[in-house]
Every structure is written in C-alpha cells, then in structure tokens.
C-alpha cells in the first residue's frame, strides 16, 4: 500500500501544476511552467496585436473594415509565422470565427468590442518573461464604432489589374468583383452580391451566366459583351468588359449569300468582311483587304470586287490582315493576324432545283397551275425573278393529266430545270381517312443547345453517330398534305428554323438564311397541336417545338415566350 507521505506530496504537486496554468488578467496569456529551453535561447512572447492596415488599433468603424492578426516575438523574424497557431476571434468575449487570422468589422458589431486569441501548437515552444511556457495570449481590445458607408469605387479586376469599362480581356482570364469604400478600403465581398450576364452580340439580349463574385472567362465567350453587377446596402453598381473576338471567318458576300468556297458569276459584286464567331463584322477601320487572282496577281485593294470576264474560270481570293493594334483569335485560342477566303469565277450560275406552290390539284373543269416559289442556284441561294424564265408544257392544264413547269436562267444564270404537276378527278383523290403517316424524330446538340427536327431516319442516324442525343419521337406527320412546313439554315449562328408561314420563310431568305425545302407537312385535320416557343435571352437556337403541354408550360415559367401553334401532327 501506498504511503500516506507520499500521495500528500503528489497532491500537493498536481495542485501546483494546475495553479500555474493560469491567464495573467492584464496580459492575457495562458502559461505553463514547464520549458524545455535554455534561458538565452528562449523565443519570447512580446505581444498579440490586432492591427489594421499596419497599424495596431484600438477603435474602429464597423464599415466592413479588414483586421488582422499579428503575434510579435523577441526573437528570429520577430513575429511568429503562421501555422504555429490557431486564431480566434471574439466578440464581446464570445468566439464568432475562428481558424483565420482575419476578421472583417460587420454592421452587428456597432457597440462592441473585438479581441483575437491565439492557441499555440503543443509542438511550438514559446514563453512569457517570466521563463513559463505561453499555450494561448491575448489580443488588444478593438471597441467598433458605428459608421455609414459609401461605394467610392467599383471594378472588376484581372488578377491584381483593374479593368476600365469596356477594356478587352481574353478566355481564361479569372475575373472578380472589387469595391472599396469613401476612405479607399476594400469592402468585404461577403457583404455584396455578384451576378454576371452575358451580351452575345451588339445590342442583343442578354443571358445570366454566373451568381458569384469570381468568373473565368470562357472560349463560348469569345466576342461578347460582360456585365458584372454588384448589389451593395440595395444599390446596384454596374462594370461592363469585353472579351476578344473569336474569328468565324472571311465571308464573301453577293447580295445576301456568303459565296465564300463556292462559285460567284463575272459581273457579281462581291464583297469580302472578316466575322467574328457572334455574328458581327470586325470595324472596317480595323483591317485592310487585297484580292488576288490564281497567280497571285493583286487585282483590288479594295472591301468589294466585281469580276469581269477575264476572271472568267480563275479562283480569286480575298485576303484580310487586321491592324497591330486589332485583336482578334482564331478558335484555339491563338492571335490572328490575316485570314482569307475564296471564291470560284464563272460565266454563269448554273439553275440547280425549283419549288412550286403545289404539284397535285383536283379536277374542277378550270384552268389550274401551281407557281414558281422559289429557284436555287448551284449555292444552294434565292435567285432573283429578274434571272429566270418560267414556260408550262400546256397552258391550258385543266384535264386530268401530268403537266410540266420548266425554269430557264438568264443573264448572269444558265441551264433549265423542270417539275412536274398533277390534276386528278375527284374519285382520284384519296380519302381523308386513309392518310398516310411518318414519324418526326427530335434530337439535340449538347454543344451548341439546339433542338433538331428531322422527318428522315438517315439523317437522324447520321447525327446520333457525330454526338447529337436522340430524343426520340417528337410527333405523328402526316406524308403529304396541302400545308408544308419549311426548313432553314443560319449558316452565321449554325442554327435550323421551322416554319409553316410563307411570309416568315421569304423574310429570313431575304435576312441571308439559306432555304433547304420542306421539311414535313402539318396535318390539315388539325389533330395534334404542335406548340412553338421562343427563348428571348439566347442569341440562336431560340426556338423549340413540341406536343407536350408539360414541356410547354416548364420553359413559359422560365422565360420562354409563347408563340402559340407552329403547325399541326396527327392524332
């Protein structure tokens, strides 16, 4: 059995050790008295400090102002480096944060009082004067005012560079939010909301892109216009950038169609633009251009050419070099200094295919004949009346019979191209009952957003092979009826539309969309409502069709304008 002399004596030894570890009220610090260290080698404890900016404070405004910690020593540096302490910050002596050692003054903290504790590793040996080892000090007391602030500045920085409005910046830049008060203090972000928004193209609409302070630029971004909204005690501060170009190419243009790669006729004014990937043509003052010939010969130096005949089978090209002081790049992400495109010379155009206003009619004893809706060329573009003949084989198409309209081109066009029409007795027609019917398949294009339709198994095949999600069957169609609906191309924004107006179809034609024919047909029963919807906040693909009322009212309640039936499918 233990002595009883000896458990008093280690009593009174573990009281000893507990008294000393104590906090000294007037400093703060927890000592113990156990010290590995020799007296002259000792790292001693001078103070903690709370500072601002780089002065130690004892009073300060609650306008989100920045304080920080700083632990000095007798020895090294004269400070003790992070990582060989953990922080605590106390408000009213109560720990608010801790793990950090910054704290930023908060509107609550008006009519308080702020301390910082520092807890030392059990691995780093520090002491007081008095030879006791330090495990946790005090800070000096910061009493926090209360103060009204004002937004000085405003600006969304690159890195540590601030951005004037408008100044350029390139993909993959990081970009952030910074405002800073009357007295030129960084304000603290936590207390200010972000957003980000995105203009593809002059003037357009513009499209939410990011909820936070910070926004790496991205290669989709390329050409736009950047807006960095920042709410601050319910006022909004607004800083705009733009982001460098991409270059979508050299287009040649003749009339509206880009002819670039393709054939353009002696006496065709053609014009040479360099554009960028959102649809806009880079400034004329911002580049020059030179046309040469097969040979390299220079023929122009100016924006437009119109061939003659000595052009007659030569390849000419246009090539645009942008000024030093122009910044564009190409998709890789690289500067572009010149860029270039051709276009192939030839006497004529040559007719390619023609659409009438209908191929079927029903014997009624009258004369009857389908228009000329449209004539294509070789380019797959309108052309002009002026450029055409149009004969029938019998103008007096009024029996039952097959009939035949030919196209014959003129002036800068060659070549004939014919269709052929039908008039049937009533008992010919087929019954509305026995109309035959196709599937419609939906896919879409993870890359770009865009919603296709298709009427053609192959062609749906084709692209699920390149990547497009199949997302099956959008409807029942009918294989013919009197209503077609058109398909077009936006060979600028990569975009298809559809639609069963004639006028909307013209208009687009006219914009530079290239036709690609009918598409499908609308059930004339009206069985199926085929809804059409159109998205206000994108540059392209802004338009999806569907039967699905579900769908329909999802995208309304997210912005998506309603623009009622497009067409009809079967039931």
């Not at 989100?64 to 540096?77: C, M, P, Q």
């Not at 005090?138 to 890195?159: C, F, L, P, R």
Request: charged letters at 20%; glycine letters at 8%; a negative charge.
């Amino acid at each position: 059995m233990m002595n009883m002399k000896f458990m008093r004596s280690l009593a009174a030894v573990l009281m000893a050790t507990a008294l000393a570890v104590t906090a000294a009220p007037q400093t703060g610090i927890s000592t113990v008295t156990a010290y590995a260290q020799e007296e002259t080698d000792r790292n001693i404890l001078t103070e903690v400090q709370v500072i601002h900016g780089t002065e130690k404070v004892s009073t300060l405004d609650n306008n989100n102002r920045r304080l920080d910690v700083h632990v000095l020593t007798s020895t090294g540096a004269g400070y003790v480096p992070a990582g060989n302490y953990t922080t605590q910050w106390l408000v009213d002596g109560k720990v608010v944060k801790e793990g950090t050692d910054t704290y930023w003054t908060k509107k609550e903290d008006a009519g308080k009082t702020i301390t910082a504790r520092v807890v030392f590793n059990d691995d780093y040996q520090i002491c007081s004067t008095d030879g006791n080892r330090v495990t946790a000090a005090g800070s000096n007391t910061v009493a926090v005012t209360e103060k009204v602030s004002a937004v000085k500045s405003y600006q969304i920085m690159d890195g540590g560079w601030g951005l004037e409005r408008y100044e350029r910046v390139a993909p993959g830049n990081a970009l952030t939010v910074e405002l800073k008060d009357q007295d030129s203090e960084d304000i603290d972000p936590a207390s200010y909301t972000v957003s980000w928004a995105e203009q593809k193209k002059n003037y357009g609409a513009w499209t939410d892109i990011s909820a936070s302070n910070a926004y790496t630029v991205t290669e989709n971004n390329a050409g736009s216009i950047l807006r960095a909204t920042a709410v601050y005690n319910n006022k909004k501060y607004v800083m705009l950038v733009e982001v460098y170009p991409y270059l979508e190419g050299v287009h040649i243009v003749h009339g509206v169609n880009n002819v670039a790669g393709k054939a353009a006729a002696v006496g065709s004014r053609l014009q040479a633009d360099p554009y960028k990937t959102n649809g806009d043509v880079v400034p004329l003052a911002d580049f020059s251009i030179v046309w040469t010939d097969q040979d390299n010969n220079v023929i122009s130096n100016r924006r437009t050419y119109t061939p003659t005949a000595a052009d007659a089978g030569k390849t000419l090209t246009a090539t645009v070099t942008f000024d030093d002081e122009y910044a564009i790049y190409s998709k890789d992400n690289e500067p572009v200094s010149t860029a270039s495109a051709a276009v192939r010379v030839v006497d004529q155009l040559s007719i390619a295919s023609i659409e009438l206003s209908a191929d079927a009619f029903t014997y009624n004893g009258e004369v009857q004949k389908p228009e000329v809706k449209h004539v294509l060329d070789e380019n797959g573009a309108v052309v002009d009346q002026k450029n055409y003949t149009v004969s029938y084989d019998n103008a007096d198409s009024r029996d039952n019979g097959t009939y035949t309209v030919t196209v014959t081109g003129r002036n800068t066009y060659k070549g004939t191209v014919s269709a052929s029409y039908t008039i049937r007795k009533q008992s010919q027609a087929e019954p509305s009952d026995e109309v035959k019917t196709s599937v419609l398949y939906r896919l879409y294009n993870p890359n770009s957003g865009e919603h296709f339709f298709t009427a053609q198994e192959k062609e749906k095949n084709g692209l699920v092979r390149i990547g497009w999600k199949d997302e099956g069957t959008g409807w029942t169609l009918p294989e013919k009826s009197s209503t077609p609906v058109y398909r077009l191309y936006n060979p600028n924004a990569g975009e298809h539309h559809y639609t069963a107006d004639e006028h909307e179809r013209d208009v687009l034609i006219q914009a530079g969309w290239q036709y690609e024919g009918i598409a499908w047909y609308s059930d004339d029963n009206r069985g199926t409502a085929v809804y059409r919807l159109y998205n206000p906040n994108a540059f392209a693909n802004n338009h999806i069709f569907t039967v699905n009322e579900e769908e329909r009212d999802r995208v309304i309640g997210l912005g998506w304008h309603d623009e009622g039936i497009g067409w009809y499918g079967c039931r």
